[in-house]
Every structure is written in C-alpha cells, then in structure tokens.
T-cell receptor, first 115, second 114 residues
C-alpha cells in the first residue's frame, strides 16, 4: 500500500537559517505532490504543488524539490523566521478520486524557529 | 471572501446520539471531502464527492455517512457516534478539473464523544 513518511516529527532551528523538511513515499509514483502548512487548531493551508516532471519549484522563501528516482521531496524555507513555526504536511497524489486524484497526507513535521 | 465553513466548531456529545456536521463552500468547487485528524495518525480521508449526487469512500469511512444534494454543501453524518470517533474533523474543497489542485480547508470541528 502507499506509504508517506515525513522523517522528522519535529525540527528546531535558529532564525535566519534554512529549514529542510523531508518527505519520502513508497510503493507508488505520484503524478504530483503538494505541501501544506498547518497552525495549531486550524485547517491546513496550501503552499506549493510540484509535478513529477518538475525538479524544483520556488515561491518567495520556499523551495520544493521532487526526485522521482529517490521517491523523495524536500521542502526548504530560507532565511527562516519565528512566524514560520508551524507543522508542514507533505501530500502526494493518491490513486483514486477522479482525474486529479485525492491526496494522501503525511503526519507532518513540526518546525520551531527560535529567535 | 473565498472560504469553507464548518459548523459547529466544537461539539461534545454522548455515544449513540446522531449528529451532523455541516460544511459549505462559496467557490463553486465540484470536489469536496471530509478528513479526520488524530495525533500520530495525521489527516485521513473519510469520504469525498466529485460532484452533486456523486460520493465515494475514502480511507476510513466506517461509522460515517455523507450526502451531496447541493454543490456548495457536504454534510458529515454520524448516525451512532462512538468514543473512537472523537477527533478533529476538516472539510475541504477544490476544483475537479483544470490545473489548480489546491485544496481549501475549513477551520475544523473538534468532536468529543463520551
């Protein structure tokens, strides 16, 4: 069955450093992968989508890579700020749910950026 | 403002007492879904709907029902709630076609079943 692993439950970094979060998937090849941010007690908020034919995607201080050979996506936040503290969810496309598919969510990585 | 709304936001109930959690979106999205989120388990899909009158099971549908009579509404029904359905529930919506796959989530409903 499809399996998603975000291999750090928590990541603590100093303000100004680059945070790197990892998402690994097994047993399938998703056509795309999304990243979401979730603050405590709130719904996830979409950040970025990357397709299987894209190696890298950027949005302001965010960068996502997608390595279909390693079956891995990396999510980077450069020049991190305390306001970036949140849980980040990896969500590759699943194999049902119509032409666009559903999403399978990882358990998330809780990022804490210390001043 | 584009949004997904859920009601109630908090609910404490007793085992076996039927309840409905409402979900509504104002973005004319075809696709809507329900998730539950539990510590250590992450977000898991309960049911989804690709359009009016079209619904299907997600990964954890047992004990839940849904209906999609109107495009904007997708209520979640618990006919006989049990304590293992205590969880944080999220409704989400997105377009079904095109190139935008972004999902919009509601604010969540925290349900406690005693």
């Amino acid at each position: 069955s499809q399996k998603i692993e975000q291999n750090s439950e928590a990541l603590n970094i100093q303000e100004g450093k680059t945070a790197t979060l990892t998402c690994n998937y097994t047993n399938y090849s998703p056509a795309y992968l999304q990243w979401y941010r979730q603050d405590p007690g709130r719904g996830p908020v979409f950040l970025l989508l990357i397709r299987e034919n894209e190696k890298e995607k950027r949005k302001e201080r965010l960068k996502v890579t997608f390595d279909t050979t390693l079956k891995q996506s990396l999510f980077h936040i450069t020049a991190s700020q305390p306001a970036d503290s949140a849980t980040y969810l990896c969500a590759p496309r699943g194999d049902y749910g119509g032409s666009q598919g559903n999403l399978i969510f990882g358990k998330g990585t809780k990022l804490s950026v210390k001043p | 403002e584009a949004q997904v709304t859920q009601n109630p936001r908090y609910l404490i109930t007793v085992t076996g007492k039927k309840l409905t959690v409402t979900c509504s979106q104002n973005m004319n999205h075809e696709y809507m879904s329900w998730y539950r989120q539990d510590p250590g388990l992450g977000l898991r899909q309960i049911y989804y709907s690709m359009n009016v009158e079209v619904t299907d099971k997600g990964d954890v549908p047992e004990g839940y029902k849904v209906s999609r009579k109107e495009k904007r509404n997708f209520p979640l029904i618990l006919e006989s709630p049990s304590p293992n359905q205590t969880s944080l529930y999220f409704c989400a919506s997105r377009l079904y076609s095109g190139t935008s796959y972004e999902q919009y989530f509601g604010p969540g409903t925290r349900l406690t079943v005693t």
